[in-house]
């Protein structure tokens, strides 16, 4: 193989391995809010979440659509700068809605609790600029 051919085939490698992994661009002034409960909300478990959307739409996982994506919830946690731009993790504190659903039961045990919505892409990418929530604390009795 020439220099040339090895050149342009980990060019197109490095391209569309980048491609898989891009973020997908938010629209200006996109928005996602938790619906029903206010920062030091004092709730029974479990308890309804309800999840707002302002300037983009919902769409299920796997829908690639411009200005569309699923909702991620993030209990007790956070995401780096790092972790923004690969897909959310589906575990206990990172729980994933992709089939579009806008409000779940949230079961936690007796405590302080940290609450903060993540809009994420078809792939499960948040969008650049993130379209994130300020985190709420709430304290289940």
Same mark, same amino acid.
């Given at each position: 193989?020439? &220099?040339?051919?090895?050149?342009?085939?980990?060019?197109?490698?490095?391209?569309? !391995?980048?491609?898989?992994? !891009?973020?997908?661009?938010?629209?200006?002034? !996109?928005?996602?809010?938790?619906?029903?409960?206010?920062?030091?909300?004092?709730?029974?478990?479990?308890?309804? &979440?309800?999840?707002?959307?302002?300037?983009?739409?919902?769409?299920?996982?796997?829908?690639?659509?411009?200005?569309?994506?699923?909702?991620?919830?993030?209990?007790?946690?956070?995401?780096?700068?790092?972790?923004?731009?690969?897909?959310?993790?589906?575990?206990?504190?990172?729980?994933?809605?992709?089939?579009?659903?806008?409000?779940?039961?949230?079961?936690?045990?007796?405590?302080?609790?940290?609450?903060?919505? &993540?809009?994420?892409?078809?792939?499960?990418?948040?969008?650049?600029?993130?379209?994130?929530?300020?985190?709420?604390?709430?304290?289940?009795?």
């Amino acid at each position: 193989m020439t &220099v040339l051919k090895a050149t342009l085939a980990l060019m197109t490698v490095w391209a569309l !391995a980048s491609a898989a992994v !891009a973020q997908t661009p938010s629209p200006p002034g !996109a928005k996602v809010y938790i619906i029903n409960l206010n920062d030091g909300a004092k709730v029974k478990s479990p308890f309804l &979440v309800q999840f707002g959307l302002t300037d983009m739409g919902v769409a299920p996982a796997g829908v690639e659509k411009p200005n569309t994506g699923h909702h991620h919830l993030l209990i007790d946690t956070s995401l780096t700068a790092e972790q923004m731009k690969s897909a959310i993790p589906a575990d206990d504190a990172h729980k994933h809605f992709g089939a579009g659903q806008t409000e779940t039961m949230v079961t936690l045990p007796k405590g302080k609790h940290t609450l903060q919505l &993540v809009f994420a892409d078809w792939s499960h990418i948040p969008h650049a600029p993130p379209v994130m929530s300020k985190t709420i604390t709430v304290r289940v009795r």
